[in-house]
């Protein structure tokens, strides 16, 4: 098993604080290491509670892991979920413009199998979890990370739901869904133009060609990266926040959680 840093183990002896609590985890791949972040609130998490929680694991977009995916992890969290945004790239690999992340991002879109490794991985993080209830586990991924939930099912994770948002939704082939087990939401900006729809079409297929309880929803109006307020507002830009899809998409996510993981 992979070496999970004395923090994990220090949550037993943690005072109930009653709020959200976040805590760096560190593991590695192969003498990479790799800096997730962990949040849970203390009034609705029971660390002594064994196997009591569901948790969600989040994936980050092509930026790496940054303030943004925390802040989702603490929402998360307020919900009474216990959240691991893991860590893709590593610690040493953050990327300081569009053009770095461009680079790492390919990196792993070019290899499926170091990414799904580096999926699983951070999985294998937030299922060790004591606390968490490994039956009760989804995962939610933004831009590459949505990209990222949909290798996570093809890999045959045992997760019980995958969401992707504004993910790139192409297809290696229809065999590349034969070992999906989840269930499977797609939240999708309808005016994306970084989603080809020669793309969608190919997804469609491999998932149906494999039985996958998929659905996906198209918002009007709302292109890449439609629920992160970074992205700006330039209307001329194909990448673009949207504060509509992303109280929406975040509302299908929840619909979609109380369905896959219970309440």
Request: contains cysteine; aromatic residues 10%; proline residues 3%.
């Amino acid at each position: 098993m992979k070496r999970i840093t004395s923090c994990l183990l220090a949550l037993f002896c943690l005072p109930v604080l009653a709020e959200v609590q976040t805590r760096e985890v560190v593991y590695e791949d192969g003498g990479t290491r790799l800096v997730a972040y962990l949040a849970w609130d203390d009034a609705l998490v029971k660390v002594d509670q064994a196997g009591a929680a569901a948790g969600v694991l989040l994936v980050h977009q092509w930026m790496g892991l940054t303030d943004y995916e925390k802040g989702r992890a603490r929402q998360l969290a307020e919900l009474g979920y216990v959240a691991f945004a893991l860590d893709i790239y590593g610690e040493a690999n953050r990327p300081s413009d569009r053009r770095e992340a461009g680079q790492m991002a390919g990196k792993f879109k070019s290899d499926r199998q170091l990414f799904r490794k580096r999926l699983n991985l951070g999985l294998e993080q937030l299922v060790a979890l004591p606390f968490v209830n490994g039956q009760r586990v989804a995962a939610i991924g933004y831009c590459f990370g949505g990209t990222g939930v949909l290798e996570l099912a093809r890999s045959g994770a045992d997760v019980a739901g995958v969401v992707s948002f504004h993910g790139g939704l192409d297809s290696a082939g229809p065999d590349s869904g034969k070992d999906i087990t989840a269930k499977v939401l797609i939240c999708h900006g309808a005016d994306d133009p970084y989603v080809p729809q020669e793309g969608i079409d190919a997804m469609v297929e491999e998932f149906n060609a494999n039985e996958v309880d998929w659905q996906m929803i198209s918002y009007s109006g709302a292109v890449h990266s439609f629920t992160q307020p970074m992205a700006g507002n330039d209307p001329n830009s194909g990448a673009r926040y949207n504060a509509a899809a992303d109280a929406r998409s975040w509302g299908h996510m929840l619909l979609f959680f109380d369905e896959t993981l219970g309440e």
